[in-house]
Each structure stands twice: as C-alpha cells, then as structure tokens.
C-alpha cells in the first residue's frame, strides 16, 4: 500500500513538474543522484573523420570531403606551407590573425592554376575565402606544432605528459587590395561584397566585448550546446542536441567555455577629397566601421587608413524608438586596417608611379621652378591662390562659422550605448598636412584654441573622468582683415588685427597685403574682371599679376630685382602650367622624402641674425623677438633648401 501512494505520489510529481512522465522522470533521477549530474558538454556537430580540427572555429556546417570549401583550404593549405618561413608563428598565435598579401596571392602560379576564379571569389563571397584562408593557415599551424611535439615526444618528455594542441582562431587580414572604392560608390549594389576605402577617422568609440559565440544551458536535461552569433546578433537555439530531450527552454552560459568574446570598436570614416574630387554644396561622405580583436585601437581621430572590409547593414533605429524594418544602415566590417602614420614619418598616404617620378623629375630640373610653380597653383583665380586644393592634405575653415570644438575636438555621447567618443576637428583632420583659415580676425575667443596646436603640434581635451591628447602636425595659414577696413600703419600688427601678441609670435612669416593704388596693377585686374564678365577668361593675365602675392617664397635670395618683377610673365613668354594633380604629387614627394639639414655655417649666420634681432628688442615699438623666431628661420631655411 505504501509503495503504491508512493509511486502515485512519484507519478504526479514528475508529471506536474516536467509536464509529463517522460520529462519528470530524467530531471528528477539526476537531481538524486549527485554523480550523474554533471551535464554533457558538446559544440556543434562534426564528422569525427575531420582531418582540420579547427573547423568548427569557421563553418557552422559539417565537414566533406567532396566540398568546394575543402579543395579551396587545400590550396591555400599548400601556400601557406610554401610561405611559412616569412611568417612569426609565435606572433601569428599571439595576434590571433595573419596578414595576407593580396597581390602575391592572386599572382600566385600554383594558386592561379588551381583557382583561376580566386580574385571574383574573393571579392563577391569574401565571407566563405577569408574563412578558408584562415582555417588552412589554422591546419598549417597545427601540423607545424604536431611535428614539433612528436620531436620532444622522440626526446623523451617529462612525466610521460602530452601537451594539448589549441591553437585558436585565426583570421587572415587581407592588405594591399585593389582597387580601391570611393565612399560615395557605397551603394547598396555592394553589399557583401569585399571592398577597400581610404579616408580620414573623424570618431573613435570605446573598446567593448562582443560575443561572437555563446553557450546556452537545456532547462530539461542540463546539456551544453554552444550557438555561433552571426555579427554579434542574439539567437537562441530552436532545440535540444539531445535526441531524447525535447525541452525549448535555454539559459545563456556566458562563463562556460564554448562561450567566445572579442573586442569591438567603432570608428567614422570620413572621405579624402582632392582638388579634382571636391562637391560644392555637398558635406563629405562618412561610412561607419566596425573593427574587431586585434584591429582595436589601430588608428585615433585625424589618421589617414585604409581600410579593406565586407559591406554589411544593420537595422536603423526610427525615431521615439521605433524600429523601422525596412531602413538599413551601411557601414564596413573590417577585415584590415591599414594606417598612414606608421609607415612614414611625413607620409600623406600617397603612392607615386613610375610616370609621376619621372614627370616629377622633369619639373625639378626647370631652370625657373618658383616661377612654374607660381603660376600653376591657380591660373584660374585672379590673386589669391587655392592653397588647400594643391596641398597633399588640406583642410579650409571660415573663422565666423566655426566653433572651438570645430577647430579642435569634440567629446560625445553614442546614442546606444551613452559611451564617451571623439569627433576631430579641423586641426586634427589636418594632421600632417594644411589647415587654411579664412576670416581669422573674427574668430574671437576660438584663437585661443590655437596656441597649443601650434605649439606643442598636438590637441589636448580634459573632461570630468576623461584626459586624452591627439595628434595636430599641421601647418596653419590664415588670412585676416584689418580693424576699420584698412591698415593703420601707426599701429603695431597686432593693434590692426586684434590678435594677441601670444598668437602672432607662433606664425613664422607674417605678411602686409596693403591695397596700395597702382594703375598697372589696377589696369589689369580691371580686364581681368571685364574677361571674365564677358566669358573670355582671363587666364594670362592673372598669371601676369599674381607675382606680388607669392613674394614670401624666396625672401633670402640677395637679388636686386623685386621678386614681383622676376615672376611676371614677360610679353611673349609662355608658360605651361602645372596639372593640379601632379603638383600635388611634386608637393608631397618633397614632404615625404627631401629633409636638408642645417650645415655649421648656416646655423652660425642664423645664430648670429637671432642675436641682432634680439638687440633691437629694447625700442617701445618693437616686436618681441622670442626663440619662436630662430625655430620659424631654421624653418624657413629648411625650406628654401627643399626645391620648392
């Protein structure tokens, strides 16, 4: 009697709380019984012939044999093996990537023979090579570590112990990819595809993890199964791996070992706009980036990248929090990152061809350079030149429209996640190239944000809880008018300007355009205006009158006649001018490669000039003469060297 309460006691029990017989029964047996109660760990399925062990790291599918993903690991399995020796192994495991070099991949003989398809199948299903390449580096590695292991095994190990071979994830890092894509080519006729941008970081987000693969826990039978994420997307499993289990309830694991986190950042892209590439009326283009593991923290606001990644998109938010399921956000899961200020000291993350070396050596040797050079940086603008669309790197702001954080940085919040990111202004998005600043009397208080970029050549920001300093290697030149209109010349040229005298002593040559009345020059910036109004153009004489603007170029040359009469161009005289886009290439060649340096006499008539200068400073009228000043004519000897 006792046995049967007991056993309809024991049937409602389990049936009340599995829901069944058939549930209750394995949950309550394994909650008496403490050793069975430890639960089956497991990750997906796998064929037990698998000869890569790290497949599972890449596929979520099965392994077979005859699969084109396997006679693709095969190839690549045998170029890396050919390519072993030029890699760190050590390193390799450390970074957990590899960088693979397009060009010696796709130009390959072995591996153009056995995939002649191999640069389409990389560019329109990146996602299924780059995880071939690499698990074969993943399967080269282990082999490599297995035969390493049977060598101590022959020596004889200590204990008899086996080491565990783990190597983990490995992903191949593609550079030197081509062509490279323009920002506003993102359309959505690329999306998963493989493409290559270069721009400027302009924002910079924190560091966060981001489960790629995680482990959830049956409710019913406490089995362990783990569920690749795809891009960081919450799944839950749709069942148990149990056969005899039919339980739809799972618990995130996140301390279990089959789950796997990475670091995430995100950085904003902005595009790189040349002379012959700028849009009026058009804000430059950005493209979000998504950066994992190793590729954190490669590059800070105001760098130039390069950036080769799989275009992807992501849901956008509506507004009041409504999400609206038919509107997608573009942005880049970078597979590379590669950043201009580690190659090269003055890099501006310009190539030069073999056609562009010689042209280039072809306008060195002119007799006349200053001259070529003037009169090709705008013949088309009648007396102020457009310094920025020549420079390699060039940034233009207007002093009444432009903000302190717009010169410098900016700290806000992301709208998600409420962390801290930084947006750079002009000064660091000029960072080793040209900020030009039109307007510069009216900026006001802003000037002060200048001094300690022109100073210590760096932007630093102190908020509550956040400290940071970014680079802003960038030459500024600034046009300013007068107070009233016109120069007082019994004021000083900070009185005629309102610029402290802290400010003006961090300009190395400052210059007085003084609207003088001169009836040549006025004749022919009157038929200038007129051809031009009548559509005639008015080229040549622009050329002939911009001379006495560029008179800054070459003020130590010991010559009698002005330097405004040796650049005119004389009646006759034809004068080929310099296309945009190679004057830019000249320009940076000199600024990447050509750094004279000081001989013992020039600095000792330097020395002996700054010391005369600094007698003078005595007089009530006098401009301080700091050595700011000797650093501005160390400077400006450097660059009268440089062949510009």
């Known amino acids: 009697m006792s046995r049967e309460a007991s056993g309809r006691g024991s049937w409602r029990g389990r049936g ?73 192994k050590d390193e390799i495991e450390r970074q957990g990537s590899v960088l693979v070099d397009y060009k010696a991949l796709t130009e390959n003989t072995e591996v153009c023979m056995a995939l002649p398809d191999l640069a389409n199948q990389l560019r329109e299903q990146p996602e299924i090579s780059l995880n071939c390449l690499g698990l074969a580096i993943h399967q080269v590695l282990t082999l490599d570590l297995e035969r390493h292991v049977t060598v101590l095994q022959g020596e004889g190990l200590p204990g008899g112990a086996t080491p565990l071979i783990n190597i983990p994830h490995i992903s ?47 409710s019913g039978c406490s089995h362990t199964q783990s569920l690749t994420l795809t891009h960081g997307k919450f799944t839950m499993p749709t069942k148990c791996m149990q056969p005899e289990c039919r339980s739809r309830s799972f618990v995130p694991n996140r301390s279990s070992p089959l789950t796997l986190t990475v670091d995430w950042q995100t950085i904003k892209v902005q595009e790189l706009i040349g002379g012959e590439q700028r849009e009026a009326g058009r ?53 590379s990152v590669s950043n201009s200020k580690g190659s090269c000291k003055r890099s501006s993350g310009i190539e030069f061809s073999l056609k562009e070396l010689y042209a280039i050596q072809e306008i060195h040797s002119q007799p006349n350079l200053l001259k070529l050079i003037v009169h090709s940086l705008c013949p088309a603008i009648y007396g102020h030149l457009a310094v920025c669309n020549v420079a390699p790197r060039g940034i233009y702001v207007c002093g009444n429209t432009t903000s302190t954080s717009g010169l ?57 809880g956040l400290v940071c300093s970014l680079p802003a290697r960038t030459s500024v030149i600034a046009a300013a008018n007068p107070v009233g209109g016109h120069y007082n010349r019994a004021k000083t040229v900070s009185e005629n300007l309102k610029m402290g005298s802290a400010l003006l002593s961090r300009f190395d040559v400052v ?18 205006v007129m051809a031009v ?20 170029h070459s003020l130590l040359e010991p010559v009698e006649t002005p330097l405004s ?11 080929d001018p310099i296309p945009p886009s190679l004057l830019r290439k000249y320009v940076g060649y000199a600024r990447r490669y050509v750094h004279p340096s000081l001989s013992a006499s020039a600095a000792q008539t330097l020395q002996e000039f700054y010391l005369s200068l600094r007698s003078h400073t005595h007089a009530a009228d006098a401009t301080p003469i700091t050595t700011r000043q000797l650093e501005s004519l160390i400077r400006l000897t450097e660059l009268e060297k440089m062949g510009l």
């Open 511 to 528: 210059f007085l355009l003084l609207d003088v009345p001169d009836e040549s020059h006025d004749r022919k910036l009157s038929e200038h």
């Open 533 to 552: 109004r009548s559509g005639k153009g008015g080229a040549s004489s622009a050329m002939v009158t911009r001379d006495d603007i560029q008179s800054q």
């Open 283 to 335: 804000i430059p283009r950005t493209v979000e980036c998504h950066l994992t593991s190793d590729l954190c923290d490669s590059a800070v606001p105001g760098d130039t990248v390069t950036i080769t990644g799989i275009v992807r998109v992501s849901q956008e938010d509506g507004s009041k929090g409504k999400k609206d399921k038919c509107m997608f956000l573009l942005y880049i899961e970078a597979n």
């Open 408 to 464: 410098t940085v900016t700290l806000s919040r992301e709208a998600g996640s409420g962390d801290y990111s930084l947006e750079a202004g002009a000064l660091v998005l000029g960072d080793q190239g040209l900020c030009c600043i039109d307007e510069f009397d009216k900026l006001g208080q802003q000037q002060q944000a200048l001094l300690e970029a022109m100073e210590q050549q760096t932007i630093s920001l102190a908020k509550a």
């Open 565 to 575: 009469d040796r650049l005119q161009v004389c009646p006759g005289e034809y004068v």
């Open 16 to 88: 009340w709380r599995g829901g069944g017989g058939w549930r209750g029964r394995p949950w309550r047996g394994n909650s008496r019984n403490p050793s069975t109660s430890k639960p089956g760990v497991s990750a997906t399925t796998l064929d037990r012939l698998c000869p890569y062990k790290g497949w599972t790291l890449y596929f979520t599918e099965g392994f077979v044999e005859s699969s084109l993903y396997v006679e693709k690991i095969k190839v690549f399995e045998q170029y890396f093996t050919s390519q072993i020796h030029l890699y760190d």
């Open 172 to 218: 191949a890092r593609l550079y030197n990819y081509e062509p490279l894509t323009a920002l506003r080519m993102l359309r959505a006729s690329v999306f998963g595809r493989l493409v290559c941008v270069r721009g400027t970081v302009v924002r910079v987000s924190n560091i966060r993890p981001l489960c790629t693969r995680l482990a959830f826990t049956c």
